[in-house]
């Protein structure tokens, strides 16, 4: 496989497609805002959030509340508080993945070598902490819409899908952009696999990376087909994340948005700087 990014922002860049997002770009998106409505694009997070098996869930602590109070805990003038822990995966629910997430050949985005992420220290390139705040024109996909229902299980979306849903919206997708494909999983009704879910091959994610987007989402779990093709495991986390250094923002929540017939929107979401994370929940917006 190429390197299809890699030095194309010097041989030190840890941020990957995220520099195609310039001043202009930001400019760009404030001006599509027209109603000033502000649209959540995320999943609410507790211990009841769904994760695949091999992932531990969300676990949430009380460090101090009203039972204290209830149990003779002091009230200096009068005051009380209430405080707690949470205990959670970086990639669960809503989240983004960072650079350093996935790779092969033992190097990541821009040739760092994948040894350089260790369990005491977290990624020493590439980690989430380098990512930044996004902000910019956010392109809505509607999948689901063009094809007249949420997508089956190991359904495939390819890159003349993409071509139809963007002409079907009227937009065109360039350089910079948040695109953000419903697939309509994450609306099904019932139970959900996290190893069967509809989404993109490697063609419609070769199809967007020469584009020169900056961020791919979906409101699925793993943004690509599951189960894979034969003979492969993630090549679209494989191509988009090590050789193009594009985020892939999974778990979102795109009904909503979907229902309100707009498909470019300023979008802004900024991740937890986790030194060396390896991704980070987070809660996208689309500012209509």
Not at 156 to 161: E, F, L, R, T, V
Not at 259 to 271: I, Q
Request: aromatic content about 6%; hydrophobic content about 40%.
């Amino acid at each position: 496989m190429s390197q299809d990014n890699w030095n194309r922002w010097g041989p030190d860049d840890e941020r990957g497609a995220l520099n195609h997002i310039g001043l202009d770009q930001v400019r760009h998106a404030a001006g599509l805002v027209r109603s000033g409505q502000v649209l959540s694009l995320a999943q609410p997070l507790s211990p009841r959030t769904p994760v695949p098996e091999h992932r531990a869930g969300v676990q949430h602590f009380m460090g101090r509340d009203g039972g204290d109070y209830a149990a003779g805990a002091r009230r200096p003038g009068g005051f009380q508080f209430a405080e707690d822990t949470v205990v959670l995966p970086l990639h669960i629910g809503t989240h983004i993945d960072a650079l350093c997430h996935a790779w092969y050949d033992d190097a990541l985005y821009n040739g760092f070598p994948g040894d350089g992420t260790r369990s005491n220290t977290g990624a020493s390139r590439c980690g989430i902490d380098k990512m930044g705040p996004i902000a910019g024109r956010g392109v809505l996909l509607d999948v689901a819409a063009l094809r007249g229902a949420p997508l089956a299980d190991g359904e495939s979306i390819g890159a003349s899908d993409l071509e139809q849903a963007a002409a079907r919206a009227g937009v065109r997708v360039g350089k910079g952009d948040i695109v953000l494909i419903r697939t309509g999983w994450a609306e099904r009704a019932g139970a959900k696999s996290f190893n069967a879910e509809p989404g993109l091959n490697v063609e419609a994610g070769l199809w967007l990376a020469e584009r020169d987007i900056a961020v791919l989402g979906a409101d699925n779990y793993a943004v690509e087909v599951l189960p894979f093709p034969t003979g492969f495991v993630f090549p679209v986390h494989q191509r988009l994340i090590r050789d193009f250094g594009i985020p892939l923002l999974e778990g979102l929540v795109l009904g909503g948005l979907a229902s309100t017939g707009r498909h470019e929107f300023m979008f802004a979401a900024s991740p937890l700087p986790v030194v060396g994370g390896t991704g980070s929940p987070i809660s996208p917006m689309a500012v209509l």
